[in-house]
């Protein structure tokens, strides 16, 4: 995480916190690195207050029903998680229109 990252964003707990191992970022594909990248640095440009974010991405792990004991290999994963976070606020934000479903 960059220096510039805040503390309320590198020490998040409860459902949203980021995953780690050793104490360090856990990332299993480059776009997962990129879309934790964006959103922080949306929130850091003052794009969005960052308990907006969180507060999203928690949404979305809830909705998701997951139960820890027992996690679905289908289900989706934490980033898959903070992208559809991310979309959502940047089309509550006015940043990005929301995607086309049909």
């Not at 299993?28 to 934790?36: A, G, I, L």
């Not at 290999?73 to 980033?79: E, I, K, S, T």
Request: one cysteine or more.
């Amino acid at each position: 995480m960059s220096e510039t990252a805040r503390e309320d964003i590198a020490n998040m707990d409860g459902p949203a916190a980021l995953p780690r191992s050793s104490g360090e970022l856990v990332f299993h594909d480059t776009w997962e690195q990129r879309v934790f990248a964006i959103a922080v640095s949306l929130c850091e440009q003052g794009h969005y207050p960052w308990d907006a974010f969180r507060e999203r991405l928690i949404a979305e792990i809830d909705a998701a029903h997951e139960d820890p004991w027992h996690p679905d290999p289908g289900a989706p994963g934490y980033y898959e998680h903070w992208l559809a976070a991310l979309e959502k606020v940047l089309a509550e934000t006015g940043l990005a229109p929301p995607a086309n479903t049909r």
